[in-house]
């Protein structure tokens, strides 16, 4: 198992120090998210900076995910708007495929991304054409940047489980390219299978997996423990599956305690793969 943190995890850190602060921990990846404290997209200086963080990111030899869930990066007043469904969406788009190009000079695994949640004066079902026409248009710059691209089901969105995703799959044509984002812990919040049946069920289709605890039911990411998931299983999932991508753990509001935080995620989760593979106890 690849091992990854996310950069939203570490929002008070400088991106270089996260990076640092990660693979000293033991980390093998990094997930990371473009925010105006973090490789802002539309900061002058772009290809500079890019190019420093991919030099950064061979020294420490951390692969990379591009993940986009940044808070107020596109609209200081509206928290992740405006997503593919608001009459604005064009900026969405734009920003999805300035994170491609980021992710092509990356060498990124894959990026991610989300629908955003429906506005209330957009009935139903002109959100969901605008959000596969919208899909679209990042889908065609992928392909041509030769970037996987990893559509995140999330709880109170417009698409917000692996149901929904498999209908955005089938309404795009089925694309090679367009994988689906995991997050192990909206798999308890929100599915109606057990997490490792989740796994199980698009084994053939991930190609991004984020990580954390969660109760059913309540969207909130927590550090592992403290949820309810039981992780070894999931990890065997995952092996059984074949899946060779980076896991991240995510958590993004633990900032304030980025390092001891992550330290103990890492150790959590080593001890999890061993139980997983019947070598010791699992951890609590």
């Not at 061979?58 to 992740?80: F, M, N, Q, S, W």
């Amino acid at each position: 198992m690849r091992l990854g943190y996310g950069t939203n995890g570490f929002a008070n850190h400088r991106l270089a120090d996260a990076l640092e602060v990660i693979a000293g921990l033991g980390y093998q990846g990094v997930a990371l998210t473009l925010d105006h404290c973090h490789l802002d997209p539309y900061a002058d200086g772009l290809g500079r900076r890019v190019a420093e963080v991919a030099d950064r990111l061979r020294t420490l030899d951390l692969a990379v995910v591009i993940e986009t869930g940044a808070r107020y990066l596109l609209d200081p007043r509206r928290k992740h708007a405006p997503t593919l469904l608001d009459d604005d969406r064009d900026t969405r788009v734009d920003f999805l495929r300035r994170a491609v190009a980021i992710g092509a000079d990356l060498g990124a695994e894959a990026v991610s991304f989300w629908s955003g949640i429906r506005p209330a004066h957009v009935d139903p079902a002109v959100a969901w054409d605008r959000l596969v026409e919208g899909c679209e248009r990042v889908a065609e710059t992928a392909r041509e940047a030769g970037v996987t691209l990893g559509f995140e089901p999330e709880p109170g969105m417009l698409v917000e489980t692996i149901a929904g995703w498999r209908r955005l799959h089938q309404a795009l044509g089925a694309p090679d390219g367009f994988g689906i984002t995991l997050d192990i812990g909206h798999c308890r919040c929100n599915e109606p299978d057990p997490v490792p049946a989740c796994v199980a069920g698009v084994a053939g289709h991930l190609v991004n997996v984020q990580i954390d605890d969660m109760r059913l039911g309540v969207h909130e990411h927590l550090e592992f423990g403290e949820g309810e998931i039981d992780f070894p299983p999931v990890l065997r999932a995952l092996d059984d599956a074949g899946y060779r991508g980076l896991v991240a753990v995510e958590l993004p509001r633990h900032s304030h305690a980025a390092p001891a935080v992550a330290a103990r995620s890492i150790d959590f989760l080593r001890a999890a793969e061993k139980a997983s593979h019947g070598t010791e106890a699992s951890p609590s």
